[in-house]
């Protein structure tokens, strides 16, 4: 599905969606072609401990929690330079 399908097909609600077909741009956002609804929520803390969950199952899964009422997606890829401590 295309954003504008989710958007209409669930109006005023968070959703866990997957990207299926998607890259980054000259600009480092994010385009997402095809996404696949994973479900909905009207909490985002619900969404947020869903999206976890999923995450921690598979985090090579391209997944994002967003609300309906954003006309874009607006996703912008960051580049991690940092050093992890574990």
């Not at 741009?25 to 969404?47: C, G, H, Q, W, Y």
């Not at 999923?54 to 050093?83: A, C, D, Q, S």
């Amino acid at each position: 599905m295309k954003w504008e399908e989710i958007r209409q097909a669930f109006p005023n609600r968070w959703v866990l969606i997957e990207a299926v077909d998607a890259y980054t741009n000259e600009k480092n956002e994010r385009v997402l072609n095809k996404l696949i609804p994973i479900e909905t929520f009207s909490d985002p803390m619900k969404a947020m401990s869903e999206y976890k969950h999923l995450h921690k199952e598979n985090p090579h899964r391209e997944l994002y929690i967003l609300h309906t009422n954003r006309k874009e997606t607006n996703i912008m890829e960051r580049t991690w330079t940092g050093v992890r401590r574990g």
